[in-house]
């Protein structure tokens, strides 16, 4: 099962910030947590990952809670083509815990 | 270009029929997965290989083969015995233990 979760889905106004919350109460602290994205009928795209700071790179910032229980993905100005569903996911780095497993995530719909 | 591909892009089968979908990548990467995703859903584990000539069952492997004889290929036969094979497979590959993962753009099979 996914070890964490999220909303099932948002929306946001082209042009302004979009705020993707991901639950993870039992990560562990080895654990990471990763971002990915799916446009309809494509393949994933990684978005950004991070342990412990806040993380910031040309896509997106992850701002992870100082207990790491939660998180927020942000897209500073959404674009209609970021209309995807987002994956939260949280992952270790050896053996099994090293697999990355998706849940449901969360669709994300940007308005005009 | 450095990638991952996987093909063919669309596959029809007959019911009864093993079927194998190719995934190859160039980016010298040790581990690699496969994923099964279905309308709606997200994506599930089937099998995934940390290093060459070895790989581990995911969440859904029955009715699944892979085989990782050269780092650069891991091919997923579907066999007559997956109920329901029909679905969208994704392959990804990762670097190392904490580096992201990079999907193809998945293989449509449809079992008639």
């Known amino acids: 099962d996914a070890k964490t979760t999220q909303p099932t889905s948002m929306d946001c106004a082209e042009g302004r910030a979009a705020n993707l919350p991901c639950n993870h109460s039992?990560?562990?602290?080895?654990?990471?947590v990763y971002w990915y994205r799916q446009i309809h009928s494509q393949g994933p795209q990684y978005i950004i990952h991070?342990?412990?700071n806040n993380e910031t790179n040309e896509m997106a910032s992850l701002i992870i809670t100082e207990d790491r229980k939660s998180s927020t993905l942000i897209l500073p100005h959404a674009t209609l083509r970021d209309t995807a569903v987002y994956y939260c996911i949280v992952r270790g780095t050896t053996g099994a815990n090293s697999k990355l497993t998706f849940g449901k995530g969360i669709t994300l719909s940007v308005r005009p | 270009d450095g990638g991952i591909t996987q093909s063919p892009k669309y596959l029809f089968r007959k019911e009864g029929q093993n079927v194998t979908l190719s995934c190859e990548q160039n980016l010298n990467h040790d581990a690699m997965y496969w994923y099964r995703q279905d309308p709606g859903q997200g994506l599930r584990l089937i099998y995934y290989s940390q290093i060459v000539n070895d790989f581990q069952k995911g969440d859904i492997a029955e009715g699944y083969s892979v085989s990782r004889e050269k780092k650069e290929s891991f091919p997923l036969t579907v066999t007559s015995a997956q109920k329901n094979p029909t679905a969208f497979y994704l392959c990804?590959?990762?670097?190392?233990?904490?580096?992201?993962?990079?999907f193809g753009q998945g293989t449509r099979l449809t079992v008639v």
């Open positions: 991070g342990l412990k």
């Open positions: 039992t990560i562990s602290g080895n654990e990471y």
């Open positions: 990804a590959s990762r670097r190392d233990r904490v580096g992201e993962a990079f």
